[in-house]
């Protein structure tokens, strides 16, 4: 909504930037802007770069953008970060600099340094505060549910992992995380001879070829992917 409302009001000449930290969330961020605003923009990271008056751009492209706005003649009318925590580094705020952004917007859920007084490198004050039993209470997410692993302590993980799976997995897809692909490997393979259908996903392949996961139809357990990327 704030996109919609500020393009409304966003002068010849000056974009809007909204930037992400990786390309999948610059492709489903435009599909969102483009139902509300009526109209797709443009976006810019490694194999697409589009300027419009309304711009979604990978955080790693920031400095390309600049340039090629600088270049074309367009300035920066609002910028708006998503996890700004990640924004911090000298390289990047040096290009948000180069952006000379009329005005600025982070989102993030650690708006402070550890100390949590001194907000982040680049940014002033919290304008607007959304806890996490708001969200609750709103039932923008439910609520978190804790199941501790009570079996010994000298239980190897990857048998206590297989437990949980089969005692209290709900139904649906779920997510095993591995150290390396070849863990990745290995692991998805001793689930599969437990008889848990667990497909192996590298989180860096092609996005278009990552397999996707979805309840198992045999047992309606969860199935979980061995994600090879730590």
Known sequence: EIIYQASRTMRPGYA?????????L????????????GHRPGVWYARKKEIST?????????????EAMRAAGWR????????????ATPAIQESID???PSRRIGCTATPFTSDDETPLNGWGRVVVEYRLSQAIR???????????WTGADAEPVDVATLQMIRDIAPPGPGVVSAVSIEDAEGY????????VDAPMSRSRGSW???????????????????????
Do not use: M, W
């Open 138 to 148: 709103d039932r923008a997410l439910v609520p978190p549910e804790v199941y501790p």
């Open 98 to 100: 180069g952006l000379a």
């Open 208 to 230: 278009k070829t990552r397999p996707t996961t979805r309840p198992a139809p045999s047992t309606g357990r969860r199935r979980p992917r061995r994600n090879g990327h730590a």
């Open 26 to 37: 610059v492709r489903q961020l435009a599909a969102t802007f483009a139902r509300r605003l």
């Open 54 to 66: 309304v711009i979604v751009a990978c955080l790693d492209s920031i400095g390309t953008l600049t």
């Open 76 to 87: 920066c009318g609002l910028f708006v970060a998503d996890e700004a925590h990640r924004y």
């Open 16 to 24: 809007i930037v909204v930037c992400t930290s990786r390309q999948r």
């Open 188 to 195: 998805a393979a001793a689930l599969r001879a437990e008889g």
